[in-house]
């Protein structure tokens, strides 16, 4: 069974960073692109970022380019999204999600909520 | 402001059919697979429909997908209370270079 854990989430101030986690387990991680998927309060989901399976090529969605980088570790089958010069604006519930393969995401985690707040 | 364009919410009573569409353009929908999620906020989404129609493993037959041109529709047949979530489209787009989501649109089950 495929499972994604993420974790790293809390309050932090505006400027602020966090580096969030995400822990796969139940398949062979490193054959697989992933991405950070966040819902902000009372909105809809929106797509974060992705990485290539290989870890040689990544994505962002324009509001975060410039402050989140994504990464990976095959050997640890983990996926990390670093947040920096964080904002109001990026307050919201933080999701991994396996994918996109062929544009879906097959597989989530629970989430990991992220306040950015003074 | 979503890349792909889905009504805010449907409704429908128990039992009954409702469709629920997402409008896209040649750089998302128009050239790649659509999916559908539903998701109750807090929990983890859930993948209804892959690569436009197809059902993945649990999924029951009552859920079902299409695609014409630039839009997709998500069906679903014999409503039941526990189909009441947000449901949302997704898919590639070419030209931003990124995952795209439409707004959501939230089923009531009257």
């Known amino acids: 069974e495929v499972q994604l854990l993420e974790s790293g989430g809390g309050l932090v101030q505006p400027g602020g960073s966090l580096r969030l986690s995400c822990a796969a387990s139940g398949l062979t991680f490193s054959n697989y692109d992933m991405s950070w998927v966040r819902q902000a309060p009372g909105k809809g989901l929106e797509w974060v970022s992705a990485i290539l399976n290989s870890g040689t090529t990544t994505y962002y969605t324009d509001s975060v380019k410039g402050r989140f980088t994504i990464s990976r570790d095959n050997s640890k089958n983990t996926l990390y999204l670093q947040m920096n010069s964080l904002r109001g604006e990026d307050t919201a519930l933080y999701y991994c999600a396996k994918g996109p393969s062929n544009g879906n995401f097959d597989y989530w985690g629970q989430g990991t909520l992220v306040t950015v707040s003074s | 402001q979503s890349v792909l364009t889905q009504p805010p919410s449907v409704s429908a009573a128990p039992g009954q059919k409702v469709t629920i569409s997402c409008s896209g353009s040649s750089s998302n929908i128009g050239n790649n697979y659509v999916s559908w999620y539903q998701h109750l906020p807090g929990t983890a989404p859930k993948l209804l429909i892959y690569e436009n129609n197809k059902r993945p493993s649990g999924i029951p037959d009552r859920f079902s997908g299409s695609k014409s041109g630039t839009s997709a529709t998500l069906g679903i047949t014999g409503l039941q209370t526990g189909d009441e979530a947000d449901y949302y489209c997704?898919?590639?787009?070419?030209?931003?270079?990124?995952?795209?989501f439409g707004g959501g649109t939230k089923l009531t089950v009257l």
């Open positions: 997704g898919t590639w787009d070419n030209s931003l270079y990124a995952g795209v």
